[in-house]
């Protein structure tokens, strides 16, 4: 499997297979580009997906995300950039996996991983946040409903 891996990353440059496997956390069944970037793809959506519940809180959000959003505001953190680089990035990949141009698919899952590493550093950040606010979180006594908006 890793010689036709590494011939495709000849003919297009794409980035070592360990180290895209481990950035993205994916594992490259077959080598081709379609393929390997909408395992790219899926792991952006999930984590913009996971962004979005926190940034459009409602009344009828889970209250882990309420809590969670309420975090992110007492550490004055805002995701919504960091959700928008994801999803520009997830359309493009949408629209070259139309295209179906494998050197653009290729080019596009080099600057991803880029990319990635820089977003992946921010979702730590928030990850560890949550990780440590979680068991400070204390239910309201109060019969007044919770304002997390």
């Known amino acids: 499997m890793a010689e036709k891996y590494e011939n495709?990353?000849?003919?297009?440059?794409?980035?070592?297979?360990?180290?895209?496997?481990?950035?993205?956390?994916?594992?490259?069944?077959k080598p081709i580009p379609k393929d390997?970037?909408?395992?790219?793809?899926?792991?952006?959506?999930?984590?913009?997906?996971?962004?979005?519940?926190?940034?459009?809180?409602?009344?009828?959000?889970?209250?882990?995300?309420?809590?969670?959003?309420?975090m992110?505001?007492?550490?004055?953190?805002?995701?919504f950039e960091l959700y928008k680089s994801l999803m520009a990035t997830y359309w493009q990949g949408k629209k070259l996996l139309m295209e179906g141009n494998d050197q653009k698919i290729c080019d596009f899952i080099g600057k991803t991983m880029l990319k990635w590493k820089k977003a992946k550093a921010d979702l730590l950040r928030i990850f560890e946040l949550f990780e440590k606010k979680w068991p400070e979180v204390v239910l309201r006594d109060s019969s007044e409903p919770a304002y997390h908006g």
């Not at 459009?56 to 209250?63: C, E, N, R, Y």
């Not at 992110?72 to 995701?79: F, G, P, S």
């Open 8 to 29: 495709i990353q000849k003919k297009f440059g794409l980035p070592n297979q360990k180290d895209l496997e481990k950035e993205f956390g994916i594992e490259i069944k």
């Open 36 to 70: 390997i970037a909408e395992e790219v793809i899926k792991v952006l959506s999930e984590n913009a997906r996971m962004l979005e519940s926190l940034i459009f809180v409602d009344s009828g959000s889970p209250a882990s995300h309420l809590y969670e959003a309420s």
């Open 72 to 79: 992110l505001r007492e550490e004055d953190i805002d995701v």
